[in-house]
């Protein structure tokens, strides 16, 4: 498995800045937020914009391997504009050779006026459209596990690609919100997502179960949580993934971790002795 850091974790960093960070921490490739307050803007990024991304990927060796991007409502009347944002990042994504796209598995819950059928029928042909392009470019889209949308779930998440059934359309497996969710167990998820694995996050978070307030989560260094790691990586092993793994370090959300520089490093060591 090759480790990439994640834009989420340097929200004070230019993309230049966040990629000579992550290379001087040991990163080999980094994930781009494709955010107007992000690394990479997808609705401004022009020509002269993308030849410097191409010249920092070749000044600092850090290869952009997803670009993760926003665009999630693929069944009100924002469809069509949605749809038209993702297919900039696609483009984007074939100009800069990055192998994969994240989307969301789109939206929960179902909005008003209409039914959870047409939420997922509406949301699995958006991501079918996403795909056949992203295909023409050698592309993968990575369907998140992830809270707010359809694809909480491993098993929710597998039926949503399944029903896009497109090669080249797979999961971005993010255990730490199945345990959130407590839908499966790391060997249950991991097996149930194999056939589609295609990049993995990790981040950590603390949880009480046993308090009023369970399931809020407090923001950890890796291995300083409740998320089972060990586990989730143990079983990763077991069924041959040697694909990305990602730094989802959350200081854009969680201001009070400690700043990338120390933090994304002791997270990097730890899941390096984890591998």
Not at 97 to 108: A, C, E, H, I, Q
Not at 166 to 187: H, K, M, R
Not at 260 to 273: C, K, L
């Amino acid at each position: 498995m090759k480790i990439a850091g994640h834009t989420m974790g340097t929200p004070d960093l230019n993309l230049r800045g966040a990629m000579r960070l992550f290379s001087r921490i040991g990163f080999d490739g980094i994930e781009v937020r494709c955010a107007k307050d992000g690394q990479l803007d997808s609705t401004t990024a022009d020509d002269a914009l993308l030849q410097l991304v191409r010249d920092w990927q070749q000044e600092t060796g850090v290869q952009i391997t997803c670009l993760t991007s926003y665009f999630k409502d693929f069944v009100t009347d924002r469809r069509d504009v949605e749809l038209a944002g993702l297919k900039q990042v696609v483009d984007i994504a074939a100009r800069l050779s990055v192998p994969m796209v994240r989307v969301y598995g789109g939206l929960d819950p179902v909005p008003e006026g209409y039914t959870r059928e047409q939420d997922w029928e509406r949301t699995a042909s958006g991501i079918r459209e996403i795909g056949l392009l992203a295909g023409d470019h050698s592309i993968d889209v990575c369907v998140e596990t992830h809270n707010g949308s359809l694809t909480l779930s491993a098993a929710d998440t597998v039926r949503m690609v399944e029903m896009v059934d497109l090669d080249n359309v797979g999961i971005l497996f993010d255990y730490a919100w199945i345990y959130w969710a407590q839908a499966e167990s790391p060997s249950e998820a991991v097996k149930l997502c194999a056939p589609y694995l295609r990049y993995v996050h990790y981040k950590d978070w603390h949880i009480d179960w046993d308090q009023p307030d369970a399931g809020q989560r407090q923001a950890r260094l890796m291995g300083e949580g409740s998320v089972p790691w060990p586990e989730v990586f143990a079983a990763l092993r077991e069924v041959g993934y040697d694909g990305w793994i990602a730094d989802e370090y959350e200081k854009y959300w969680h201001p009070e971790l400690p700043e990338p520089e120390e933090g994304m490093a002791r997270n990097r060591t730890y899941v390096q002795s984890l591998l």
